[in-house]
């Protein structure tokens, strides 16, 4: 009998070599390669089959079609997420923490799609149909028409769901847990993965169902698994939240039929998730007066206009090199900040420690908030309050010039139903609410000037 060819397929990328080594050439990612039977892997690119292939119908761009309507699941931040509801015939990857609550969220979506009249089933790979009924009595769902099954056989999934009716949503916890019995290889290796995904990707276009696929995550947080995964679907979200705080964050990073960038926020209790509407006056928290090194920075995450407190501390230092800790914010962008603040300013931070913290678990990535950040660190170092009341936005160029953000009136107006008086923002802004006071910014130092014009 011939010996089995073994490959090595990159578990970021998918790339395959004959040989293990520890970076991947495809990448770059160091220690991904993972040992596969060649024959569970598909062909490469070589001569095109002899066979005639079917001749496709090819179609112009106009159509007659009626767009089907959206399945709606009444919470409305994970609505928002999705684009507007669930479409029919797309495939759906949500991916986050152990623990996080990924099938909580599912599992309450999939009950208030299933009262609506939805057809839904719930296979879940990793628990007993007891243990999810176990968590359906919990949350109050039990009365719920959810079909629910225990399997990990990718074959008896489809021929069940192919037998009679299709169900209208498909919630599979978790593709990791699912195998092909065509492919040699354990559960959750990237042959796995990969086909048991494009399986039920192609289901999902051929039935017009909604398929929501659970996917596991690395250390580093992305979805394990190859790459591809999240090439093949159609939406990919990502449930992020610290255990620490009671409030969990929905992010959609890819949405074919949405836009993206968009985010649902969502705080944990006794009887699950429940949906926050106003996520600005919960990240605020309760806020006492004036406090030193705080800033609330009034952002934008997608279509939606939020505001969050930015915290920090500038301490004297023993180390030979300061030390930098963020939590909720760009490392490499604190850093910048820190050197237009010494160079442009004179304020010479870069000798101290600098703690900063983004209050509420909540993640930012917008550079309009550089100069909130920059406010919190010359209001620490000086021990001047910000006055209470006011919001600050805007980016920060290595000039020291500040640069202006757009949708400004969506942010000074999130401020104003909050009860804020007066912003912080750049000049050369376009914007119309007239109700807050706004102190218009062309220079960095000027905001050092009206923070702490004692500050040498």
């Not at 999705?82 to 949500?94: H, R």
């Not at 048991?196 to 995550?217: M, S």
């Not at 290595?398 to 007066?422: C, H, M, T, W, Y």
């Amino acid at each position: 009998m011939a010996k089995q060819k073994r490959i090595y397929v990159c578990n970021a990328c998918g790339s395959t070599y004959s040989k293990w080594m520890g970076q991947c050439e495809g990448c770059g990612e160091w220690n991904t390669l993972i040992e596969e039977a060649s024959e569970n892997l598909p062909t490469g690119l070589g001569k095109a089959s002899s066979a005639k292939g079917h001749i496709i119908e090819l179609s112009g761009l106009k159509g007659e079609e009626e767009a089907l309507p959206r399945m709606i699941s009444k919470i409305s931040e994970f609505d928002r997420v999705t684009g507007g509801g669930l479409v029919p015939g797309s495939a759906i990857l949500i991916g986050g923490d152990p623990g996080i609550g990924k099938s909580t969220i599912l599992l309450q979506a999939a009950s208030n799609l299933g009262n609506t009249g939805n057809d839904v089933v719930y296979i879940s790979g990793e628990e007993s149909v007891a243990q999810v009924r176990m968590r359906a009595e919990r949350l109050g769902l039990s009365e719920s028409p959810v079909s629910l099954a225990s399997e990990t056989n990718l074959r008896d999934i489809l021929a069940t769901l192919s037998k009679g009716k299709c169900p209208n949503i498909v919630v599979i916890d978790s593709i990791q847990t699912m195998y092909a019995d065509t492919i040699e290889s354990a559960p959750g290796t990237v042959a796995q993965v990969r086909t048991c995904a494009q399986e039920l990707i192609q289901f999902a276009k051929k039935k017009n169902v909604c398929v929501i696929l659970v996917g596991h995550v690395t250390k580093d947080g992305q979805i394990a698994g190859p790459r591809v995964l999240e090439h093949m679907v159609d939406t990919v979200l990502y449930f992020e939240g610290d255990r620490g705080h009671q409030f969990r964050i929905l992010r959609a990073v890819k949405n074919r039929f949405g836009g993206t960038d968009e985010i649902g926020v969502f705080e944990m209790g006794e009887l699950g998730l429940a949906e926050v509407p106003n996520p600005s006056a919960l990240f605020l928290g309760d806020r006492d007066g004036d406090v030193v090194g705080s800033a609330v920075f009034a952002g934008m995450e997608g279509s939606r206009p939020m505001l969050v407190e930015i915290q920090a501390l500038v301490a004297q230092s023993s180390l030979g090199t300061p030390r930098r800790a963020v939590v909720g914010w760009d490392n490499a962008r604190l850093a910048m900040i820190i050197a237009v603040l010494d160079a442009r300013c004179g304020l010479g931070l870069g000798a101290f420690d600098i703690y900063l913290n983004v209050a509420g678990g909540l993640k930012i990535t917008e550079p309009a908030a550089d100069l909130a950040v920059a406010a919190a660190l010359i209001s620490s170092l000086s021990g001047d309050p910000i006055a209470e009341g006011t919001v600050i936005f805007g980016e920060i160029a290595l000039s020291g010039e500040i640069r202006p953000v757009g949708q400004a009136d969506a942010r000074l107006n999130e401020a104003e139903k909050l009860g804020f008086s007066q912003a912080f923002i750049p000049s050369k802004i376009k914007y119309k609410n007239k109700k807050i006071k706004a102190a218009e910014l062309n220079q960095l130092i000027k905001l050092v000037d009206i923070i702490a014009p004692n500050l040498e």
